[in-house]
Nanobody, 121 residues
Framework: QVQLVESGGGLVQAGGSLRLSCAAS????????MGWYRQAPGKQRELVAT???????NYADSVKGRFTISRADAKNTVYLQMNSLKPEDTATYFC???????????????WGQGTQVTVSS
């Protein structure tokens, strides 16, 4: 069974930084495109950033220049470094990934349970 487990959320003042981590747990996995999404209260879930297996990145306009997505394939982990945080970045952040489980020969899309990021003004 594959699970995505996020960590690193919390409360930070505007202008501060946080780093989110998302680790895929399970045996003999290969992570393809991975990404971060966020959902604020009363709003739809939106894309924050994605990174392909080759390292190509894509960012929402609202976070360009402030957030950086990266990956450590040896650890099946993806990171989101968030700098210059703003109150409007407050949301639950979800990890998402297309993961191939070699033992089962399956490629599926998975979501993490979410981690809360709160930015105070």
């Amino acid at each position: 069974q594959v699970q995505l487990v996020e960590s690193g959320g919390g409360l930070v003042q505007a202008g501060g930084s946080l780093r989110l981590s998302c680790a895929a747990s399970g045996s003999d996995l290969s992570c393809n495109t991975m990404g971060w999404y966020r959902q604020a209260p009363g709003k739809q879930r939106e894309l924050v950033a994605t990174i392909t297996i080759s390292g190509r990145t894509n960012y929402a306009d609202s976070v360009k220049g402030r957030f950086t997505i990266s990956r450590a394939d040896a650890k099946n982990t993806v990171y989101l470094q968030m700098n210059s945080l703003k109150p409007e970045d407050t949301a639950t952040y979800f990890c998402n990934g297309d993961i191939y489980a070699r033992a089962f020969g399956t490629l599926k899309n998975y979501w993490g349970q979410g981690t809360q990021v709160t930015v105070s003004s």
